[in-house]
Structures are given as C-alpha cells and as structure tokens.
C-alpha cells in the first residue's frame, strides 16, 4: 500500500509509522519513500544514510533502515542547491535544474530500490512526498513509485490547515485517469471535536470522487516520535532547566534532543534569532551548512550573545555545532558551503577542522576521558577531520559500524563551560545525557542550582561529576526508549 497526501507536514510519516507496526506483528514489512527532503538523517545497516524518518519506521517494524528504504535523499545546502544522496551515499550537488535532468536515472535507482524490498520483505508501506502531483514537477515519489509499487493508495488530508476537502477533489481532478484508479480512499488526520461534524463533508467529498474517507484520525501529541524536518520543530517541556537550542536555518538531526523530553525538569526552546535569554545549556546542533550557519549566528547578532553567557550556560556542540566551536574551518573542496573557502569559528576551542571529500557513516561506540570517565554510543555523519592545537580531546572514539579504530574526538573545557562531539545522539545516552544535564546546572553552582530548583541531580551511576562511567544502551542511541534518570521510560 502506498500513503499520500496533498501537502507536506499533513502526517504521512506517522500514519506510515504505526501501519508498519501494526501489520509488523503478522508479516515481515519494510517502509519506503523514494524521495525524502529532510536534513535529519541516519546511518542505515548496509553502509550509507536515509532520512532519520525511513529509520524510525523501520524500528518501529522492527527492522533495520536500509539504503532501500530512502534511496533518494536531498540535503538542502540554501534556496537553489542541495546535496544529493543516492543509494545512501553522496552522488552530487547541484540545483533544481541539474536535479530536474536526471529524472531517467533517478526512476532506474527507484525501481530498484522497490525490488530489492519486494525481494526481501513480505509487505512494503509506501510514503509519498509533499503534494501527491504538481503539474510542474516530474515526480518519482509519489504515483509513479505507488504504481510500480502495486496495492492501493490512501490520501492523507490535514484537516487542521484547512481545505481538506477541497483539496481531495483538485487533487482527484487534476492526476491522469490510470492514476486516479489508484486511489482507494481518503484518511482525514488531525481532527479536533466531534466526529459527526465531518458527516455532510464527508458525503459531499464520496460523491463526488466515488472514493470513501476510510478514517478520521484525532490530533495527537506526537513530539516523542523522531521529527522529519524543520516544519515539526517545536519546543517541548516546562521543566526549570533551561535549554536552548540554536536552530540556524541549515539546523540538521535535530530529532536526537527528543531523549530530553524524558527528564520531568528540562525544558526546550529553539531558538532561531532575537534573543537567547539565560539558559542553562546552550546547544549547538548539527548543520548541514556549518560556513553558512557561521555568518548567520554573527548576522542575527546570537554569537555575541552566546559569548556573553559562557560562564553561567554550559555551551554544548554537536558534530556541526562542534565544528563550529572550532578556531578555523577550511573547505578546500567546497563539500560543505558549497564552494572552497576558509574561515573563522567561533574560537571556543584550539582546533582546526577540514573538510575531506569521504563522508564518515557510522554508528560509533567513544570513550570519554574528559571530565570524567564515560563509554557513550551515537553516530556519526560528517566530512570534517579535527587538528588539535593546544585543546585537549575529551574522547576517544573506539567503535564504527563494528570495527576497531583509535579517533580522537571532542573537547570538553570546564574552564570555559564548553563542551563538543562529532556523535550524534549522544543525548540518547543516559550516561551521557545526566553527565551534561549535571555539568549545565552546576554552571550556576550545584547548591544555588538546587535550592533553586528543588531536584537532587547527584550522580545516579550515569555518569554525572564523581560518578562512576557506565556504557550506553546498544541500538542507534536515538534515546526515544531509555529511561529517564529517575528511572522512568516511555
């Protein structure tokens, strides 16, 4: 079966989601989208990455994300050029245009990828991408692939922007009848109230379309599930520790800052300009622009105001963020920005980074040495090899994708309340998420934090400062499954 909808963000992802996990439990089902946009993405299990929302739906059928699951990735890099990924690995940059041309390549790379989960699988869930048909897109992802596919296709309609309706009936108007008979029925998403207001709209949609609306599915609270894109990136908690999340417009892998909505004492904020306020901890995020991301924290004026917190807010990076705490940045080859360049970090560390042709996708096993002693799991996807001057690596990565290696990794300075690693979803680590939670309010003082506060955050064994270090749980360390430190799981 295939799942479409007529616009982005009307819930596909999770409707694709909990399909997969139910007709799990009678069949071995394996999730596809053959095209995804989307600067969240994961390491998948035959070498390569998917968009983070193919790995999430492969969990929840409980199996591991394949290249075959998103064949198809785009990273947009600005407005007009996005890294394109094929098969999992990096094919080319370019713009719509370029993109555009190699429409015969990119239906040979779907068709395969379709194969090879036939071959492999008892059922498959298709997903489609962004509007079901746009008469000036030649599209392989969404009823060109629901053809190939076979079975039928349901359309989800996002009630809650308005035109649901409407929108059913363009859409049934405006595909080409072969494709028309495709469509077996209409899903409206996001309802709020009563049902039984739908019945004349309802009706009205069936008559005209000769299709049923299968199902009305209520508005949920979705937050925990792994977000797909920046459209879904929302604050969660109300917790008195602050945390703020720097979300310049190149922001990626955000979904691995999910794990925090376990703790019952921590609130997120994204913050995307004006003013960072008086966090606890500041976060870096990942980005797939970090030159890009670089100007726009000093345009919008949020690096002077993150040079004014350290001190009182701990300042954590994370593998773009990382970088960019780094005291220079080259790209000799243009793989990051776009085209060759060098500059000035932000200079909260003395360490270079370079950006190298060979993209490092890996789920990494690293070693904390610096300020305690910690094993800690995540992943890795990234181009930049870090040069350390005077700074002093705070890990030592001893595990990618199951094999040995000795990768010096991180800085952690106490001095100047900064710390930075390359591993993605980190945070997922209960270990490694109490150690930087501890460090964050301890910026302020332990006791005045607190009494403030009213929590006892004393090391639990996880990892916090004097606590004894302990290895993270296996799997992808995405977190959505641990428990909280109280003891606590969702």
């Known amino acids: 079966m295939f799942v479409l909808s007529t616009s982005s963000n009307s819930g596909k992802t999770v409707i694709v989601t909990a399909i997969a996990r139910v007709l799990s439990r009678r069949a071995r089902v394996a999730p596809f989208k053959a095209q995804n946009m989307s600067l969240n993405s994961y390491p998948a299990v035959d070498g390569g990455e998917v968009a983070v929302a193919q790995a999430m739906q492969a969990y929840a059928a409980g199996v591991e994300p394949s290249t075959a699951m998103n064949p198809i990735l785009l990273k947009p890099l600005g407005d007009d050029r996005s890294e394109v990924i094929v098969r999992g690995r990096p094919a080319f940059i370019g713009g719509f245009g370029e993109y555009s041309s190699s429409i015969l390549d990119r239906w040979r790379v779907v068709r395969g990828a379709v194969d090879e989960l036939r071959s492999g699988f008892d059922l498959v869930v298709g997903e489609g991408a962004g509007s079901a048909f746009e008469p000036n897109i030649r599209d392989v992802a969404n009823f060109r692939a629901a053809e190939y596919l076979g079975g039928g296709a349901y359309v989800v309609l996002d009630i809650e922007r308005g035109g649901a309706f409407t929108s059913a009936l363009g859409l049934m108007a405006s595909i080409p ?17 009563e049902e039984g207001l739908l019945d004349g709209a309802v009706r009205w949609l069936e008559e005209r379309t000769g299709r049923r609306v299968v199902g009305v599915i209520p508005w949920m609270d979705v937050h925990k599930l792994w977000p797909e894109d920046s459209e879904s990136m929302e604050g969660f908690g109300s917790g008195p520790l602050d945390v703020a999340v720097i979300a310049y417009p190149w922001i990626s892998n955000f979904n691995e800052f999910q794990p925090l909505s376990l703790e019952p004492d921590v609130g997120v904020r994204f913050v995307r300009g004006g003013s960072l306020g ?51 940045i080259s790209d000799p080859l243009g793989v990051e920005g776009g085209a ?37 799991r995540g992943y890795e996807i990234h181009r930049g090899r870090v040069s350390y001057g005077s700074a002093r690596p705070s890990s030592l990565i001893v595990e990618r994708n199951g094999s040995r290696v000795e990768v010096l990794d991180g800085v952690w300075d106490e001095a100047l309340g900064v710390a930075g690693t390359h591993l993605h979803g980190a ?29 006892d955050r004393r090391p639990t064994g996880g990892g916090g400062r004097g606590g004894e270090g302990r290895a993270g749980p296996p799997g992808p360390g995405l977190g959505l499954m641990d428990g909280a430190r109280s003891g606590g799981g969702i």
């Open 340 to 376: 060759p360049g060098h500059y000035r970090g932000l200079g909260l560390g003395d360490f270079e980074v370079v950006y190298a042709a060979e993209k490092v996708v890996s789920r990494s096993r690293a070693q904390l040495v610096e300020p305690v002693e910690l094993e800690f």
């Open 278 to 328: 008086e966090p606890d901890l500041i976060i870096l995020p990942g980005s797939r622009n970090v030159p890009a991301s670089l100007e726009w924290l000093r345009r919008t004026g949020l690096e002077a105001q993150l040079r004014r917190a350290l001190g009182s807010s701990l300042v954590l990076g994370v593998c773009g963020g990382f970088q960019l705490m780094a005291a220079r």
């Open 177 to 193: 009848p072969r494709w028309r008979g495709l469509v077996r029925g209409f899903i409206i998403n996001k309802f709020r109230g």
């Open 427 to 455: 945070l997922g680590d209960p270990g490694f998420r109490e150690l930087v939670l501890n460090e964050a309010q301890e910026e302020e003082g332990v006791a005045a934090a607190e009494e403030r506060r009213g929590v």
